[in-house]
């Protein structure tokens, strides 16, 4: 957090106050002072980040019929994870500062000369391997028999069952298997609010494609269909990079791989890794555990291992950068014409934690509280509404910092001519509507692209 943000962005502390006053994400168990690297999502932040995942799910699983739906478990044989590599592999090289015992990442560290935290020269221990994977014990017996890990990935899940997927979905490749879910990994140094935790949500999808000399297209279909989908969710094209990784920065067994990067407050970070990772995972899988993976196809009569194009993305992260790419702090007319700062948030309609709010705009009057309730009733089952009452400047300014894309108000007016304010978000511009006519309205305006 302590770089400065580019050109026209908003700050890390600003995104994490609002979240907070909104009740879109808060420390973990604040009360008791936090644990580094874990965050509670808030009434609004469950919602927008389920509207996330929705989106992922609708666009990538349920509007394919390629892909299929799965859920495995967190905790998984831990042999899974030899196999995968994770137990040799998945280390960070970590120092310690010998003075004031602070750990760091020896790749963060700009000079091996001084620490950073006390300034003390030359008291680094040597770098050591650290693994990430964190780990429990399964059943009653605490020793090395029942250990195991939370996945550091839900890719694996995935692969190991492969086979009973693709039989039971009566799927022949190319297709896909998709899942979000929990993935857990020790960070060194967790931090820049969501971007780098120690739980976080993962959408990954494991596309598995015949060896017949079309991978590569494939594999850039899906990098196009991957940057339609932020397009399509108003992600700034200029805040989005899809950096192609050369053969010395992937694994040895990729033949190709992107990194998804959004420009953050304090630089450009991964969002989301496109990875061609051949026959690797299943190829592993088979050798440690005896059991034949391969796809058998019908036609040919023949055996063969697919291979894997994965496109995996944070959805901690996703939903950070809706928060941070939808920010706008601008100076706007009040209703009385009174030039003031409002800060907003420009999510799209399919993203919003409240599509519309419904406002009384007396308190104190039963038949404008009981018309305006009834109005935001009826919408209810049909949008993410709420209900509230009161000063209509403050009303406006608090649903701008949620999002909300229209705001309907009941006042006088509507007891005698039956229709209400419509306020819209970013324009602000107001017209009226009448109340028969609201559902429509509100369909045209708030469905997705
Ligand atoms: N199965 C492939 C895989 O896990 P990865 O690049 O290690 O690839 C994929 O992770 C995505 O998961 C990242 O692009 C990022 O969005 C998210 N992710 C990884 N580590 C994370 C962390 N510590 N905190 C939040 N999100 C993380």
Redesign the pocket.
């Given at each position: 957090m302590e770089k400065e943000p580019a050109a026209g962005q908003v700050s890390m502390e600003d995104i994490a106050a609002l979240a907070k006053r909104r009740g879109f994400i808060f420390q973990s168990s604040e009360i008791y002072g936090g644990i580094g690297?874990f965050y509670d999502y808030g009434p609004l932040g469950a919602i927008l980040k389920r509207n996330v995942k929705d989106a992922w799910w609708r666009d990538m699983v349920e509007l394919r019929d390629d892909v299929v739906p799965f859920d495995s478990s967190i905790v998984m044989h831990p042999k899974t994870w030899e196999a995968s590599g994770h137990v040799e592999a998945f280390n960070d090289r970590l120092v310690d500062c010998k003075v004031c015992k602070h750990r760091f990442r020896a790749d963060h560290l700009k000079s091996r000369e001084q620490c950073p935290d006390c300034g003390s020269k030359n008291s680094f221990t040597e770098e050591r391997a650290f693994n990430l994977m964190l780990r429990t014990f399964v059943g009653p017996m605490e020793d090395s028999a029942a250990m195991a890990y939370l996945r550091?990935?839900?890719?694996q899940g995935m692969f190991v069952n492969f086979k009973n997927i693709y039989q039971s979905a009566r799927k022949r490749p190319p297709f896909g298997v998709a899942q979000i879910g929990k993935?857990f990994?020790n960070?060194i140094t967790?931090g820049n609010f969501?971007?780098?935790?120690?739980e976080?949500?993962?959408a990954?999808l494991e596309y598995f494609v015949p060896d017949d000399g079309q991978d590569l297209k494939r594999f850039e279909e899906w990098v196009q269909l991957r940057k339609s989908w932020y397009s399509k969710y108003g992600v700034k094209p200029e805040r989005l990079r899809f950096a192609e990784l050369t053969a010395d920065e992937r694994p040895h067994y990729a033949k190709a791989g992107i990194?998804?990067e959004y420009l953050f407050p304090w630089g450009w970070g991964?969002?989301?890794?496109i990875?061609h990772r051949g026959t690797y995972d299943l190829d592993a899988h088979m050798r440690l555990s005896g059991k034949d993976l391969r796809f058998y196809d019908e036609a040919s009569k023949t055996h063969y291992t697919p291979l894997l194009i994965?496109s995996?993305?944070?959805?901690?992260?996703?939903t950070l950068v809706m928060l941070v790419d939808a920010y706008e702090r601008e100076t706007a007319s009040d209703p009385a014409g009174k030039q003031t700062e409002r800060i907003v948030l420009h999510f799209h309609p399919q993203i919003a934690p409240v599509q519309a709010a419904v406002f009384s705009l007396a308190r104190n009057k039963p038949e404008l509280v009981e018309l305006a309730r009834s109005i935001e009733e009826g919408l209810r089952p049909k949008f993410r509404t709420q209900y509230d009452e009161g000063n209509i400047g403050q009303l406006y300014r608090r649903q701008d910092e949620i999002g909300t894309p229209l705001c309907l108000t009941v006042d006088y007016d509507s007891l005698t001519g039956h229709d209400v304010t419509v306020r819209e978000r970013d324009s602000m511009r107001q017209e009226r509507v009448a109340i028969g006519a609201v559902e429509s309205y509100l369909g045209e305006r708030l469905a997705g692209p």
């Open positions: 690297g550091p990935e839900t890719a993935a990994r960070e967790p969501t971007y780098r935790l120690r976080f949500e993962q990954e990194d998804v991964e969002l989301e890794s990875a994965e995996s993305a944070g959805m901690d992260r996703t």
